[in-house]
């Protein structure tokens, strides 16, 4: 009796030791796997995609990383997050890169307030895994896996061109109300919309161009010291959509309404009121909702290593469709539109 119960003992023994060594196996698989996706809800992919704005409170950023952003991380059921500075500035988006190195995110989506200065964090951040997608405003191509522009430089700075053109008759003093001196997207339309209208316009005078640093209270006052330092200014073009609203603002309630055209870059919401009272006849953009989703498909292709950001690759953006990416790792939206009267009531952003 005493040898039989002996023998059963030791066989329970055996059983109890593997089946805790099997779960103790499980267990270390499961915290592996987390540790490999960030805790991520893409199953194996790390899906936590952060936006990096140039600032926050900016209603386009708003647009682009809030809505269209948003809705198409959590349409492929990633991580969507939104941190950034309250003001532009190049140093001020270093530590938030750093940061989102530190965390392990699976990707950054940045448009960023300067070139070259955020370059090596955005190296240092490649080198830990973390893809990088700059869109709306771009790096250098070394240091990022693929840009979103929303147009071509080109597309943007003929349409605004012609459409200042169109409001002054084609001749005038004009001047460029733009975001910060160092700002990649704002530098590149304003010397493309310069040689534009130097050749198509010989009649238009850009006479300065002065910078609000997308700050709406340094753009309105930029507005009224234009006006006073050119009497003879016939219109204003500002390629920010900060800009533009605090244009404005400024000249709907001053002499120059009616006087000193006003066109660039802005959202319906933000302009009806003024293309409905006179102070606007015309402005462009794109769909900075449209803008985000995009984004935020690319840096999953990239994590999913459906691209690398090699001219020809291709992948699917959810409801846009299908995009590929150009030369210098580039991926285009597509062309802007132009909004008056007749259209305006017709969008929603």
């Not at 996706?37 to 995609?49: A, C, E, F, V």
């Not at 160092?182 to 310069?194: F, G, P, S, V």
């Not at 953006?317 to 210098?328: I, N, P, R, S």
């Amino acid at each position: 009796m005493f040898h039989t119960s002996s023998r059963r003992s030791k066989r329970l023994v055996a059983v109890a030791s593997a089946t805790l060594g099997l779960a103790l196996l499980v267990t270390g698989c499961s915290s592996g796997s987390d540790a490999g996706t960030g805790g991520s809800s893409g199953g194996s992919k790390n899906y936590k995609i952060t936006f990096l704005p140039k600032s926050l409170g900016n209603n386009y950023f708003k647009a682009s990383d809030g809505d269209g952003g948003k809705s198409a991380v959590e349409k492929f059921d990633g991580t969507y997050a939104e941190v950034g500075p309250t003001t532009t500035g190049a140093s001020a988006q270093v530590s938030f890169i750093n940061t989102l190195t530190q965390q392990h995110v699976g990707a950054i989506v940045l448009s960023a307030n300067d070139p070259n200065a955020l370059c090596t964090s955005l190296k240092q951040a490649k080198t830990a895994g973390v893809k990088v997608v700059t869109f709306d405003s771009d790096v250098d191509p070394a240091c990022r896996d693929v840009f979103v522009n929303q147009a071509s430089s080109d597309g943007i700075a003929q349409a605004q061109a012609d459409n200042i053109a169109d409001e002054i008759g084609g001749k005038g003093q004009i001047a460029i109300l733009s975001a910060s001196a160092n700002a990649t997207n704002q530098n590149a339309w304003n010397k493309a919309m310069t040689a534009y209208i130097g050749k198509k316009y010989p009649d238009i005078d850009i006479v300065k161009t002065v910078y609000g640093n997308d700050d709406d209270q340094t753009s309105f006052d930029e507005t009224a010291a234009l006006v006073q330092q050119y009497p003879d200014l016939k219109g204003i073009v500002s390629p920010t959509t900060v800009g533009i609203a605090a244009a404005a603002r400024y000249l709907s309630t001053s002499q120059y309404k009616g006087k000193v055209a006003l066109t660039g870059l802005g959202t319906p919401n933000q302009m009806r009121a003024y293309v409905k009272d006179g102070t606007v006849g015309n402005f462009a953009l794109w769909n900075p909702s449209d803008l985000g989703y995009l984004a935020a498909y690319t840096a999953k292709a990239l994590i999913d290593g459906t691209i690398t950001g090699k001219d020809g690759d291709s992948f699917k953006a959810g409801k846009l469709g299908e995009y590929k990416v150009g030369a210098d790792g580039t991926v285009l939206l597509g062309k802007p539109t132009t909004f008056d009267a007749k259209n305006i009531d017709k969008f929603d952003f």
